[in-house]
Each structure stands twice: as structure tokens, then as C-alpha cells.
């Protein structure tokens, strides 16, 4: 039933995917910053008792939800488990900033491609020249195709395969809103945040995306290229400062051809005190601390889709056929 739940979902969100400013986004935001307000009183324990109570009670409540409907009915928890992927998976729920940057630059609008990318990921991109506008909208847009598809994927299926239906999805997609709401909070916003509180999130969601990471960089080597994908992987991955998103964008460079990373800010930038503390040796990697590959121009982008497209395929294919050997057996 997982297979044919995350396809109508899929399906769905492309015929009628939400609004840019919705209803589900406006109320995590009051969801999360109301548990901050009433849980959290700066100290150690409070960080931990307000990522419980944001991220872990939503997620009790979809189990009990969903095995009070499967006692009646079958039919109900497909219906339930669709709802909850709808609300949580799909490219639709970002795809419109890449789609519009992308259009804009076909216009040759590369202001309204800086405009459209600062609004997006909240940041400065007033000077950057157009190799880099590129570069960041693709490491942008695979992280993104990540935690918004294969990291949702991932956990939907596991946590349904225990009987605790959409669980998974809800919990994925809570943790990484938690990590990324109280990171903004106190980047963007300049507010008052625990710091512990953020730092503590963004842990827990590392941990929470270590293997659905590493599951997304070995799709992107299988149904791209292979070798240069692995190469990658195991030569740059230590560029980045977050260990899951070095494994995503170094795989991705690999399998598409194209320089990731660099020194230049703002965006996904690499550590630069870990350009070469794996034992990576300086030729091996761009001057600038990049991956190998073509730096990237616009067709860099049509080839990001397909890649993304092909392991969507991929996964649901393997998806599939668990089930239908769950059937057989």
C-alpha cells in the first residue's frame, strides 16, 4: 500500500500542488514558535523537552490517528496516508522558485534570478556573478529535492512498514522544519533563540537524515554516472560543514558533471578548515575548494532535473518490488 500511497500523493501535488503561502507552512511556523514560547526557559533540559513536545507529540498523534482509523477501515488509512504525503512530499512545494529562476535566466533576467534566489533562501545575492547565481540554485535545489522528497520517502516507508502509517513522513519533515525555523530565527530574523534549542535540532535531524542522505547520494550515482559519482563522494564530501549535505552534493557533482562548492558566499558553502582534512590531495579539487566537473552553466540545471527525476523512478521501482514480493511470499 506504501507504493501506491506515495504515487497518488506524487500525482496529486503535480495536478494541485499548495499555494506558496499556505495554510500548512503558517501553522508549523505557529506550531514551532509556540512550543518555543512556552517550553523553552534557556536552559539545557528545556531544549530537549520543546524538540519533544514540537517534533515527537505530532508524530504520537498521526500514529494514534492512523490506528484508530485501520481498526475501521482500510480504505480510511489509504485516504489518511495520502493526505499526510500530500502535505508533507513533493517538489511542488519548492519546485516554483527553481522553475521561475530558471525562467528567468531563459530571458536572460538574471536581477529577477538574484531577486527570486534571495527570497528563497533569504540571502544576499546582489553581486553574485553568474556562475555562482547557478551554483547555489542547484545545491539549493538538490538539498531541497532531498529533505522536500527522498528523506520523506524514506521514512514514510520504514515507519509504515511497522504499522505506524504516514508516522515517518511527519516526523522527517518536522525535524527538518524544527533545524531549519530556529536556525533561521536566529540568522535571518536576529531574534533571541537558545542556542542550545538550535543546536540541539539541528543534531537531532542530522542524525534523523544519516542513512536517507546516503540512500539519495547512492540514487544519484546509480542513475547517474556511476564512477565519477562515488569518486565524489568519497573525495569531497568533507568540503561541506554538514556531513549529509557534502554526501548529497558531492555525489550529485559527480553524477552530472558539474562544480559544486567553492569559497564563495552566500548559499551551501564548504568548511574551508576541512577543504583537505581527509587527506585530500589540493589538485584533486578546484582551486576554490569545488568539486572536479565543468563549472556550471545553464544546461546544468535541465540535467539536475533529470537526475532527480530518474531516482524518483528508481526508488518507487524498488519500492514496488518489495511489495510485490511481500505478495509472492
Known sequence: MSFFAVLLALMLE???????????????????????????AGKEHHAWVVWCVTVLVPTAVTIGLYLAIV????????VFDVAVLYLTLGFRQFSHYFTDIRDALDRGDESEARRLLA????????????????????EHSLLAAHRHVFGVFFWFVVLSAVGAGPAGALLYRMAEFAGRYWAFKSRALDAPTNERLMALSQRLFSAIDHIPARLTAFGFAVVGNFEEAVAGWRRDASLWKHENEGVILAAAAGAV?????????PGVTPDRSKTFASGVAPET????????????????????????????????????????AHLVG
Open 14 to 40: 503535480q495536478l494541485k500542488p499548495l499555494p506558496r503561502d499556505n495554510w500548512v507552512h503558517d501553522t508549523l511556523i505557529s506550531w514551532v514558535g509556540w512550543t518555543g514560547r512556552n517550553f523553552d
Open 71 to 78: 481498526h475501521f477501515t482500510l480504505i480510511g488509512a489509504f
Open 119 to 138: 527570497e528563497w533562501r533569504h540571502l544576499d545575492t546582489s553581486e553574485l556573478p553568474r556562475t555562482e547565481l547557478l551554483r547555489h540554485v542547484i
Open 257 to 265: 558533471g558539474v562544480q559544486l562548492g567553492g569559497a564563495a558566499p
Open 285 to 324: 579539487v578546484g582551486s576554490a575548494g569545488s568539486t572536479a566537473g565543468m563549472p556550471p552553466v545553464q544546461g546544468h540545471l535541465q540535467s539536475v532535473v533529470g537526475l532527480v527525476w530518474r531516482s524518483v523512478v528508481l526508488w518507487m521501482l524498488l519500492v514496488a518490488l518489495l511489495w510485490v
